[in-house]
């Protein structure tokens, strides 16, 4: 009689570590962070620059690109350079005018709100605009 139990008790803890494992193993895979898929396809991008004189420029991009620093690159006409760093790429001139001192920058937005990131690494869809102003302190 002990040995049916022993037996019984056996295969109730093989069932239930077989379901359990099933449960967790299911749920690991439901749960799993998806791939990021990374955008490959046309952008039509708008660029509007105003330089230091007030003076505005508007350019028309389309590229497969996924950064702001691509369309900038891909712009017929438009001329950027940057300073790399490791936080990231900024721009430093526009256009060939050049920053002369530490309270002129270059802001950028994307549809109007300002960046958090660097243009290397802003992220551009289809239809954005991005601005770029020379700006002082």
């Given at each position: 009689?002990?040995?049916?139990?022993?037996?019984?008790?056996?295969?109730?803890?093989?069932?239930?570590?077989?379901?359990?494992g099933?449960?967790?193993?299911?749920?690991?895979?439901?749960?799993?962070?998806?791939?990021?898929?990374?955008?490959?396809?046309?952008?039509?991008?708008?660029?509007v620059?105003?330089?230091?004189?007030?003076?505005?420029q508007?350019?028309?991009?389309?590229?497969?690109?996924?950064?702001?620093?691509?369309?900038?690159?891909?712009?017929?006409?438009?001329?950027?350079?940057?300073?790399?760093?490791?936080?990231?790429?900024?721009?430093?001139?526009?256009?060939?005018?050049?920053?002369?001192?530490?309270?002129?920058?270059?802001?950028?937005?994307?549809?109007?709100?300002?960046?958090?990131?660097?243009?290397?690494?802003?992220?551009?869809?289809?239809?954005?605009?991005?601005?770029?102003?020379?700006?002082?302190?």
């Amino acid at each position: 009689m002990k040995k049916k139990i022993i037996i019984s008790v056996i295969i109730v803890l093989l069932v239930a570590i077989a379901v359990l494992g099933g449960y967790f193993y299911m749920n690991s895979i439901t749960n799993k962070p998806s791939k990021k898929v990374e955008d490959n396809s046309e952008k039509s991008i708008t660029i509007v620059v105003t330089n230091s004189k007030m003076e505005t420029q508007t350019y028309n991009v389309v590229t497969k690109n996924r950064f702001i620093k691509d369309a900038l690159d891909e712009a017929a006409g438009l001329k950027v350079e940057y300073i790399e760093s490791e936080d990231g790429a900024t721009i430093s001139s526009v256009n060939g005018e050049v920053l002369d001192n530490k309270q002129q920058f270059w802001t950028f937005t994307l549809n109007d709100d300002f960046c958090q990131k660097t243009v290397d690494k802003q992220e551009i869809k289809d239809g954005d605009k991005i601005a770029i102003y020379f700006s002082t302190m």
